[in-house]
């Protein structure tokens, strides 16, 4: 059981470049969320979602890009990356229903957008 | 929207002493989880404890504990006989409950750096 899987770990861009961090998880989790961690601060909410088919907007959503066509994947899309974007991401998920309060946390892909 | 606020930046004490990390929260909500989070440099994000808001006995995880102030809006976590391993930030999150799971995901503090020292 591989829980919550992403990649790649680390990532290098240049300012204007495109790129997708990839997330899946095994679990059937319905809930999927996307998170950036700046040096200094907490983890901060990009977009989310609530099933296949279903996204929604976090607290810092703008730069970003999301979908989600299955319950396993959810890709997270710079289309023109920016210095700003520089950040460590983290993608989570958890079930709805009882213990739908923790979230399955990956491992974090490191960015650098120069 | 709720916020999430952990005044000390970083705590340092010795191996086997106890030590409490303090946060505050603000909400209207009156059904929420509050968590707190450990960070060791691998970066994995380990969840310590939770605590549902509707429940009054404040949560026990072997060696750490929660001191939950719904009124004062106050979720302090205590570590008993700390040890090396301890080393690592500490996030304070809330999260708003809804029923069928929550949805609304985490909002975090930013994290208290805990040392412990031999």
């Known amino acids: 059981n591989a829980g919550v899987t992403q990649t790649p770990k680390f990532q290098v861009l240049k300012t204007g470049q495109s790129m997708t961090l990839q997330c899946a998880q095994d679990?059937?989790?319905?809930?999927m969320s996307w998170y950036r961690q700046d040096p200094g601060m907490g983890l901060r909410l990009i977009h989310y979602?609530?099933?296949?088919?279903?996204?929604d907007q976090g607290e810092v959503p703008n730069g970003y890009n999301v979908s989600r066509s299955t319950t396993e994947d959810f890709p997270l899309r710079l289309l023109s990356a920016a210095p700003s974007q520089t950040s460590v991401y983290f993608c989570?998920?958890?079930?709805?229903?009882?213990?739908?309060?923790?979230?399955?946390f990956g491992s974090g892909t490191q960015l650098s957008v120069l | 929207a709720q916020t999430v606020t952990q005044s000390q930046p970083e705590m340092s004490v010795q191996e086997a002493e106890t030590v409490t990390l303090s946060c505050t929260y603000d909400t209207s909500e009156s059904n929420y989880y509050l968590f707190w989070y450990k960070q060791p440099p691998s970066r994995q994000m380990i969840l310590v404890i939770r605590q549902e808001a509707y429940k009054q006995q404040n949560a026990t995880e072997n060696r750490f504990s929660v001191n939950f102030q719904k009124a004062a809006k106050s979720f302090s976590l205590k570590i008993s006989d700390s040890q090396l391993g301890d080393t690592a930030m500490y996030f304070c999150a809330f999260m708003k409950y809804f029923s069928g799971g929550g949805a609304d995901g985490l909002t975090f503090g930013k994290g208290t750096h805990l040392i412990i020292q031999p």
């Open positions: 979602s609530v099933g296949a088919g279903i996204t």
């Open positions: 989570a998920s958890s079930s709805r229903g009882p213990g739908g309060e923790k979230l399955f």
């Open positions: 679990m059937n989790h319905e809930y």
